[in-house]
């Protein structure tokens, strides 16, 4: 049984940052590719950022936010970050963690993943 949960979402000034995690549990980390997704009211979600394993380079980042966020992946604690600077009042959204169990054709394709957390909300003022 594979879940996902987040954490660090929060409120925080145009400028600061924020760090978000996702403790992967059941996850076969060799599976594939993890990622972070964000959603804002009455849109569909979006790709932010990307991690997989067995390419290079092993991260894709979504042009908003190319320079500000940075993923990362401790294989020894199954957690997935986002370390998200440089924070935009456009950046205020609910962010996902997701996670694929086979190869994927499109980081962005929100229908590729097969598992997601709960959401974190980020709030930027």
């Known amino acids: 049984h594979v879940q996902l949960v987040e954490s660090g979402g929060g409120s925080v000034q145009a400028g600061g940052s924020l760090r978000l995690s996702c403790q992967a549990s059941?996850?076969?980390?060799?599976?594939?590719?993890m990622a972070w997704f964000r959603q804002f009211p009455g849109k569909e979600r979006e790709g932010v950022a990307t991690f997989r394993t067995f390419t290079t380079p092993k991260t894709s980042y979504a042009d908003s936010v190319k320079g500000r966020f940075t993923i990362s992946r401790d294989g020894d604690t199954n957690r997935l970050y986002l370390q998200m600077n440089q924070l935009k009042s456009e950046d205020t959204a609910t962010y996902y963690c997701?996670?694929?169990?086979?190869?994927?054709?499109?980081?962005?394709?929100?229908?590729?993943?097969?598992?997601w957390g709960q959401g974190t909300q980020v709030t930027v003022s």
């Open positions: 059941g996850y076969n980390y060799t599976g594939n590719c």
């Open positions: 997701a996670a694929a169990q086979s190869a994927i054709t499109g980081w962005e394709n929100a229908w590729e993943y097969d598992f």
